[in-house]
Nanobody, 128 residues
Framework: QVQVVESGGGLVQAGGSLRLSCVAS????????VGWFRQAPGKEREFVGG????????YVADSAKGRFTISRDSAKNTVYLQMNSLKAEDTAIYYC?????????????????????WGQGTQVTVSS
């Protein structure tokens, strides 16, 4: 099995930055990609961005483009979500998820049902 654990959430003022981490453990050789999702109160869980294991290709949702970047430290089995210029509407619980299938398109990355392994989430609150 694979376990993923997020950390790094917190309270930040609008315009500030946070870096979330997602550490994978267990049978990490099963992972083909890691995605970041978020869920605000009363809303559906939505895709934020993802990274493909084979070539570190990243995909980022329009709402995050130019502000969020995703990177990976393969030696630590860790994926980072760097969030800059945060807005109040970025407030949500952020989840990382592991995908054991190969994805070659944004559409594949964005579908939460394609992910088999989910973390417990980390709260990000942006005050305006």
């Amino acid at each position: 099995q694979v376990q993923v654990v997020e950390s790094g959430g917190g309270l930040v003022q609008a315009g500030g930055s946070l870096r979330l981490s997602c550490v994978a453990s267990g049978r990490t050789f099963n992972i083909r990609a890691v995605g970041w999702f978020r869920q605000a109160p009363g809303k559906e869980r939505e895709f934020v961005g993802g990274i493909r294991w084979s070539d570190d290709r990243t995909y980022v949702a329009d709402s995050a483009k130019g502000r969020f970047t995703i990177s990976r430290d393969s030696a630590k089995n860790t994926v980072y979500l760097q969030m800059n210029s945060l807005k109040a509407e970025d407030t949500a619980i952020y989840y990382c998820a592991g995908n054991n299938e190969y994805c070659s398109t944004y559409g594949c990355f964005a579908v939460k049902h394609n992910y088999a392994y989910w973390g417990q989430g980390t709260q990000v609150t942006v005050s305006s």
